[in-house]
């Protein structure tokens, strides 16, 4: 096993890879659904933009 997690870099269990913790899972989440959407609290499946928006690549949210 050489993963890590994405969040902490502690290595990564298998039941949550590519993260160490449900938390971590949780973190990563959050990030990702933020630097999308910006929609807190809204659950609208037919707002989700295209998949051509990479969080990464938005320092703006960082
Ligand atoms: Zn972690």
Redesign the pocket.
């Known amino acids: 096993m050489s993963k890590v ?6 290595p ?1 269990v298998e039941n949550f890879a590519p ?3 449900k ?2 899972a949780d ?1 990563d989440l959050g990030r990702w659904l933020k630097g999308n959407y910006a929609i807190p609290g809204r659950d609208g499946e037919a707002t989700i933009p295209a998949n051509d928006i990479d969080p990464d690549a938005d320092p703006k949210f960082e």
């Open positions: 997690c994405k969040i902490c870099k502690k990564a993260f160490c913790t938390r971590c973190v």
